[in-house]
């Protein structure tokens, strides 16, 4: 199994930036697929990106003008980076792992991070 925490979250004002961290401090996940997917109140989780092994990505519709996913094996990490935040973007954020999906199905994924919460104030 692989324990995913995350890291990076909290309050920020509309167009600045903010930076999520996955990692695991028990095993590498350098051979897994990661990726992000978020959830505002009562509304369904979301797809945000997701990046390879060889950091290969891919991401969901209209976030790839603003967010990036990549990886630091080295740091045994996976970063979201977001940039001109909206209140929009105001969810949950939370990074998954498989070791053969990099779908954008929530339900291919085998291992979930905590979730951290992302507050965009306008």
């Known amino acids: 199994q692989v324990q995913l925490v995350q890291s990076g979250g909290g309050l920020v004002q509309a167009g600045n930036s903010l930076r999520l961290a996955c990692t695991s401090s028990?095993?590498?996940?350098?051979?897994?697929?990661i990726a992000w997917f978020r959830q505002a109140p009562e509304k369904e989780r979301e797809f945000v990106g997701s990046?390879?092994?060889?950091?290969?990505?891919i991401y969901g519709a209209s976030m790839k003008d603003r967010f990036a996913i990549s990886r630091d094996d080295a740091e045994n990490a996976v970063y979201l980076q977001m940039n001109s935040l909206e209140p929009g973007d105001t969810a949950v954020y939370y990074c998954?792992?498989?070791?053969?999906?990099?779908?954008?199905?929530?339900?291919?994924?085998?291992?979930w991070g905590q979730g951290t919460q992302v507050t965009v104030a306008s």
């Open positions: 028990a095993q590498t996940i350098a051979p897994y697929n």
């Open positions: 990046i390879t092994p060889t950091s290969s990505t």
């Open positions: 998954a792992a498989d070791l053969t999906s990099y779908s954008s199905r929530s339900g291919l994924y085998d291992y």
